[in-house]
Each structure stands twice: as C-alpha cells, then as structure tokens.
C-alpha cells in the first residue's frame, strides 16, 4: 500500500485545489500547514486537538518518520508571492482583523502592524528544512518552469508556484505522483469568502510602503523563485507606480479615475481580487 500524499504548505497558497485534486485521483492524501510536533501541539490548545489540520500534521510527522528509500514519503509543498498571500490570509483569519472600520488607509496600517509578515517567507526554512533537513535555497530553482523536484531518498518533494496554470499544475502532480490528477480551479478563495467585497476593495486601493515592499519582495524567498519582471511587476503594483506604457499622466489621476486604473494595474499584474 502506498504511503499517503501529504500536501504541505503554509496557508493560502491554493493548496486545497491539490490536496482535492489528488483524493479525486483516488490517492489517500493528508493536508498539513505544520508537522513538528511543537507547533501542532501549540496549535491544537488554540484551536483544538481534533481539528483536521492537526490530525493530518500528526498523521504526516508518522509518514515522513517512517519513511525509507523503498517507501519514500511524497511531499507537495507550494509557494506564492508573500504579500498577496500575507493579506489573503490577513482576511482569512478574522481573528487578526479587529479594526471596524472600512476605511483602506486604516486597514493598511492595522495589515502592516498586527500581521506576522514573515510567515510566508520563512515558512520552508521553519518547516522542510527544520523537519526532513531540506534548504531550497541551496539548489538553483527553474524560474520559467516554475516547479522542480527534490529527491532525498526517504523523502521526495515537489515545489510548485501557486501563479502556475491549473495544467502546469496537472502536468507537474501528475508526473509526481505516477497517476493523471487534474487540478481545477481554485477553492478557499477570498473573492468568494463572506469578506469579498471588503478584499476586493482593499486590494484595489491597498498603498504600501516602499520599505515594507521592497523588504517582501526583496527577501531570499521571492528573489528565489520568482522572475525579476514579475517581481517588477508586482512592486509597481502594490507601490501603485504607473507602469511605463501608461506615461506620465496617470500622475495626475485622483478619485474613481484613479480607482479605475489601479483595478488596471491588478489586472496587469495579476491581481483583480480573484485570488485565493
């Protein structure tokens, strides 16, 4: 019997749309975002002992304990850029949204204040590294193919970016796992949460600072499996830079106007409101 799938990663990254995809490819699979059992067990008195994200990280520490190189244990993990993940789960877990009010400049300050920003670009070093003894950053990563394969003996993993299409993912789980999976569309998506409206909107008027900005996307995570164009591409975005192509006189916009082609600017960028 084959050992199960375990879908490892931090939250909101699209993972659930994997963990679905291979339990409909009739593979038993197991979908942690933590499995030292430090965290779980700090995690299960915040939030209970019984709930499914700490029975599967229990159930995956086993898995990968009793892995061999006969019986290697298979591990997808995925990555997305850290500041729309870090306010995708900002608004996920209501628990750091305290604020009443709906005003964008307020929230933003609250986001940048309360929010753990350095989960997302920490989190493979806190976790793969810290558990099974794998430090990404020590091997080059294909920026264009968006996903490699590491091969430890008793343990292999697949890295997937999250921006990759639903048939890149496919394609990559597929070969992984020796079986057809089909990733669909995204599930645990914001735009779709009771939160929408006010997600949306943040993200379309969302202004960060140059620091806080250039310090997430200049972190070892982004530069390792990101390309610099999309990089740059995301800097003007959430620095609200006209990208060249639209000249000077975006400047001089204000109001809905201004609105208007900041909502432009996610959609250049990748970033409408529809994310996870």
Not at 80 to 85: G, K, L, N, S, V
Request: with cysteine.
């Amino acid at each position: 019997m084959k050992s199960p799938v375990i879908v490892w990663t931090m939250g909101k990254v699209g993972s659930l749309s994997v963990y679905q995809a291979v339990k409909v490819a009739r593979l038993e699979a197991l979908h942690p975002h933590y499995c030292d059992a430090e965290t779980l067990e700090r995690m299960g008195k915040r939030i209970g002992h019984d709930m499914p994200v700490i029975k599967h990280g229990r159930d995956s520490a086993a898995v990968i304990a009793a892995a061999t190189p006969k019986k290697p244990a298979l591990i997808i993990t995925m990555v997305r850029t850290p500041i729309e993940r870090n306010i995708s789960s900002y608004f996920h877990n209501q628990e750091y949204i305290n604020v009443t009010t709906q005003d964008v400049g307020e929230m933003t300050r609250h986001f940048i204040k309360s929010y753990p920003h350095k989960v997302a670009v920490d989190w493979l070093d806190a976790n793969l590294k810290k558990v099974i003894g794998l430090d990404v950053y020590e091997e080059p990563f294909n920026k264009r193919q968006g996903f490699r394969v590491y091969d430890r003996g008793r343990h292999k993993v697949l890295l997937l970016r999250s921006d990759l299409t639903q048939e890149a993912q496919s394609a990559a789980v597929s070969d992984f796992v020796g079986r057809p999976v089909a990733v669909g569309r995204d599930v645990n998506v914001g735009a779709e949460k009771s939160y929408a409206k006010d997600y949306r909107t943040f993200i379309d008027q969302i202004v960060l600072s140059k620091d806080h900005v250039e310090r997430m996307l200049g972190s070892r995570y982004a530069q390792h499996f990101w390309p610099r164009a999309r990089l740059e591409e995301l800097r003007r975005f959430w620095l609200r830079e006209p990208p060249p192509s639209l000249g000077r006189r975006v400047k001089y916009m204000a109001g809905d106007r201004w609105r208007d082609v900041s909502a432009w600017f996610g959609r250049a960028a990748g970033l409408n409101g529809s994310q996870r």
